[in-house]
């Protein structure tokens, strides 16, 4: 195998100096000259109509330069989700949200925004604003959504009541038969919490619009380029004419922002198209926690056919997932709940039927995993119950059962690779599976146990929704390297990476003399952006095309120059080589190139193919059965990661995602009361892991070749919470033997459960 | 709206400001002297990404009302490295990956520091009560810890020299 020089190597990342240093500029950063500040009045009901609005006391109060209510805004329907904003015909998209509207449907829900001279204004004149509201029943539950007693949250949905878009089905096989054929059934059923990304920086957008019409939006979103598309719709501009951009660091997203950011961007730029003043909108904390998009709770359940020796024939899937009140990414994210839950076990006969329903509830959309984790608990809690009753190991059970390169499955790409089997058996090592169920001894109060969970996940949403890249790379005139691409880099080492790639391509080792530009519509190509792990994959192949695209034409343009056949010449570490004879250095050929009126710009364009990764997670708990508190003590999670290109930042999502897993698993949850708020508004409230929580977390890597991706890499960023949570829950059943189907696992429910 | 005058030291050098005394110490650095290193992630000193070094101790800055800070020594990010020598906390979330989004790191550099500062030999028990304010999640804080670490060892190689 070729030796990397750069591909592989941790090195120092690209952004860590400006972020260590505090130079960094952040959305929330941005000041502009003689910018406003927008403040939003939010809905204090769940559900009501809005009978009277009178803003004149807020217009009336200096420093006030522009009130807006549903009266005078746009009616322009939309969906702040990216994904809505490419939806392929005959499909038809969710469009279902105003900036403001004369309804309001869940509690946080947009009523008004006020332009001031500082934010002390601004929220002075929101207690100015008069609103009558009508009040009209709500609903939180996504099965009662759907009862005969629930209003419709919104008219028009074809698919049943309160169902966005349409029902997914995934289907092979014959179901029934494959029932008739098993010799064991389980069917359990799962209820998941509301969680949310509570990434570090706030939504925000500052908005400035030119004279001649045009809007450049400083923002905290994803993606860049579809969100441009969704100004574009909104306010009815050409593309063209409206430039979105990261400033060029963006605090965390976590699939908060795919699209929209909130709608911080919506309501900032129309603030500044009334006042022709720039406007800067940042949400605080609780606005962040009630009125941006959620993880989806809801309900999964899972029907499992096994035969006698524990060969798995049967899954029945079926997923009813609260969507809150607008769709955003409800029927996508019950989609890929379906289509991951469904690949991870070679299983014959097999269905899933899924979709989202709408409440009263915040908006839920994006957020790592997107599905995967809310089919992963259930099916492997399902798992281990199946082992049990057979009396098999649950380890051996999955190697048994587990998808291998070449099975068929129900996704429409093949699946070319797998290092699973191996994640399994280096996780369970590390972890001490043999002592699973040994772990106690009677009598003992804290009780110790081992669970494991296993799942796959994607490295791009290829071919489930639109999704190519377009990256640049440039050689410079002294020999360096310019790489532009449209995605983000929200903390997930993109830049760093995609430097990576272009330096081992062209064959420039020095990373000081790479650089990237990300995540502006104005100078990078369009780019789907940041989402379903595929920045380092998908864009990662368009720069690796376009890095290689740029390294011919300079060989080309070197032969001509040096005499030579363009085959015998080579870039190692900036320096062209006929042979093992250094001829040129780059920098001194690019430099003549530019006195000549040339210059080497590489072009990579893509439409992916996808990757499956896989991931084995491993968990042991300490169970306090005095206080029903659940300590974990240790958690492995291996991976396969293909090539992990900065094995250092791969490591870092891994630990990253993992933490949050466990928050999934144990205590993180938005619960509402029944007016319809949210109970858990702010850090404090919302029992999210801090340092003191952090277990002993062994990270494995295992890199098996994928031809797909650049460098054989696949996606990583999400895998790493998508089977945290079972592993939790069963090893809380391996130490007490209770077995919780509903997460998170609370202190309180494992003390009822004790107690009960 | 009665505005007033404080004094205080700011990464070394002596201000005063007219200020309106109902702004906290994080609206004074971020918003007028436009100190943007230090982040606001919530308001209510419930994050840890605001926090700035308040005569030797780490505060968040978003609860300190800014005439409690007349007479005091505040450090913030800006004042703690430069370009030709990093602070040795810094130096170590560069090398051992303890940085991500970034949003977060001001505020974990200057718990960490303030930390070091006063127990230059930590223990993890430590190391993570000192940063148990400051959220972030991006790391699992498996990598700042470490970077906190090995800060903690270099500064007492250095010093033993």
Redesign the interface.
């Known amino acids: 195998m070729k030796e990397y020089k750069v591909i592989g190597k941790s090195i120092r990342r690209l952004d860590a100096w400006e972020k260590s240093a505090g130079t960094g500029t952040f959305t929330t950063d941005i000041y502009l000259p003689g910018m406003l500040f927008g403040k939003v009045l939010r809905s204090p009901y769940p559900h009501a109509r809005i009978k009277k609005i009178d803003t004149t006391k807020a217009e009336q109060l200096p420093g006030v330069e522009a009130v807006l209510c549903y009266k005078n805004s746009t009616r322009v329907i939309f969906n702040t989700s990216a994904t809505m904003t490419t939806t392929v015909p005959p499909m038809k998209p969710v469009l279902d949200q105003y900036i403001f509207d004369n309804v309001v449907r869940y509690v946080g829900d947009e009523v008004a925004a006020v332009a001031a001279v500082n934010e002390k204004i601004a929220v002075q004149a929101l207690e100015l604003i008069e609103v009558e509201y009508e009040p009209l029943s709500a609903v939180y539950d996504a099965k009662q959504a759907m009862t005969s007693d629930a209003l419709e949250i919104h008219s028009d949905c074809p698919a049943g009541k309160n169902i966005p878009g349409e029902i997914i089905h995934l289907e092979m096989g014959n179901l029934e038969q494959g029932f008739n054929e098993s010799d064991l059934i389980f069917e359990e059923e799962f209820k998941l919490p509301i969680v949310k990304q509570v990434q570090m920086e706030t939504q925000a957008a500052v908005a400035q619009v030119s004279i001649d019409g045009s809007i450049t939006v400083y923002s905290t979103t994803q993606t860049p380029h579809p969100s441009a598309q969704i100004l574009a719709h909104i306010f009815q501009l050409p593309v063209s004419k409206v430039r979105v951009l990261n400033p060029p660091y963006l605090g965390g997203g976590f699939g908060v922002r795919i699209g929209l950011s909130g709608k911080a961007e919506a309501i900032a730029t129309e603030l500044a198209m009334k006042t022709g003043k720039p406007v800067k909108v940042v949400y605080d904390r609780k606005e962040d926690f009630i009125a941006s998009d959620t993880r989806h709770g809801g309900y999964v359940t899972v029907k499992l056919g096994l035969k006698n020796d524990g060969v798995f024939h049967a899954l029945e899937l079926k997923a009813n997932l609260n969507t809150g009140a607008y769709c955003s990414f409800g029927v996508e994210a019950a989609g890929v709940l379906g289509a991951m839950g469904l690949s991870v076990y070679r299983i014959p006969h097999q269905v899933y039927h899924g979709h989202s329903t709408y409440t009263n509830c915040t908006p839920a959309g994006a957020m790592r995993g997107f599905g995967n984790p809310q089919a992963m608990f259930p099916i492997e809690s399902v798992v281990d119950m199946a082992a049990e009753r057979l009396g098999m190991d649950a380890k051996e059970l999955r190697l048994k059962n587990i998808i291998k390169p070449g099975d068929k499955w129900v996704l429409p790409y093949p699946c070319k690779s797998s290092g699973l089997p191996e994640c399994i058996e280096k996780g369970a090592r590390e972890i001490g599976w043999n002592n699973r169920g040994k772990l106690n001894k009677p009598g003992d109060k804290i009780r110790r146990g081992i669970g494991m969970g296993v799942g796959t996940h994607v490295s791009n949403s290829w071919p489930f929704c639109v999704d190519f890249s377009n990256a640049l790379v440039t050689i410079k005139s002294d020999g360096t390297i310019k790489v532009a691409s449209g995605v983000v880099d929200m903390g997930t080492g993109t830049k760093t990476s995609l430097a990576q790639i272009a330096a081992e391509t062209v064959g420039v080792y020095d990373m000081s003399k790479v650089s990237v530009t990300l995540a502006d519509t104005e100078s990078t190509p369009f780019e789907i952006g940041s989402h379903a792990s595929r920045s380092c994959y998908t864009a990662g192949q368009a720069v690796y095309l376009a890095a290689q695209d740029a390294r011919s034409q300079v060989l080309e343009y070197a032969a001509d120059y040096l005499k030579e056949r363009m085959e015998y010449l080579d870039i190692k570490d900036g320096v062209i080589y006929s042979g093992n004879e250094a001829r040129i250095s780059l920098a001194e050929l690019t430099e003549y190139a530019h006195l000549h009126n040339k210059q080497f710009l590489g072009v990579g364009k893509v439409v992916p193919s996808n990757a499956p990764p896989w991931e084995a997670h491993f968990a042991e708990v300490e169970v306090d059965t005095e206080t029903g508190q659940v300590r974990v003590i240790k958690l492995v999670a291996a991976h396969d990661v293909g090539k992990a290109i900065h094995p250092v930042i791969v490591e870092g999502q891994l630990e990253g995602g993992l933490v949050q897993g466990m928050g999934y698993a144990l205590s993180e949850e938005i619960r509402y009361n029944d007016k319809g708020k949210q109970l858990h508004d702010g850090i404090h409230k919302y029992m999210l892991p801090t340092a003191e929580d952090i277990p002993e977390i062994k990270v494995i890597l295992v890199e098996p070749h994928d031809p797909s991706g650049p460098y054989g890499a696949k996606g990583v960023g999400e895998t790493s919470l998508v089977p945290t949570a079972p592993a939790i829950t069963n090893a809380i059943y391996d130490a007490i033997g209770i077995r919780f189907k509903e997460i998170p696992v609370t202190e309180e429910k494992v003390f009822k459960a004790l107690y009960k | 709206m009665n505005k007033k005058n404080v004094k205080f030291t700011l990464n070394g050098k002596p201000v005063t400001l007219t200020v309106s005394p109902s702004a906290t110490l994080l609206d004074i650095i971020r918003d007028e002297l436009?100190?943007?290193?230090?982040?606001?992630?919530?308001?209510?000193g419930?994050?840890g990404?605001c926090t700035v070094i308040m005569d030797g101790i780490a505060v968040n800055s978003c609860l300190v009302p800014i005439m409690k800070v007349a007479g005091c020594h505040v450090e913030?990010?800006?004042g703690i490295?430069n370009k030709e020598k990093?602070h040795p906390v810094?130096e170590a979330?560069?090398?051992?990956?303890a940085?991500?989004?970034?949003?977060?790191?001001?505020g974990m550099?200057m718990s960490s520091k303030a930390l070091l500062d006063k127990t230059p030999d930590p223990n993890r028990e430590q190391?993570?009560?000192a940063?148990?304010?400051?959220?972030?999640?991006?790391?699992?804080?498996?990598?700042?810890?470490a970077a906190v670490q090995a800060a903690a060892d270099k500064v007492k190689e250095e010093n033993s020299k």
């Open positions: 436009k100190l943007t290193g230090t982040k606001k992630g919530c308001g209510k419930e994050c990404a913030t990010i800006e490295g990093p810094q979330f560069m090398d051992l990956g940085i991500q989004c970034g949003f977060c790191t001001p550099i190391i993570r009560e940063i148990s304010g400051n959220i972030c999640r991006c790391t699992g804080y498996v990598k700042i810890e």
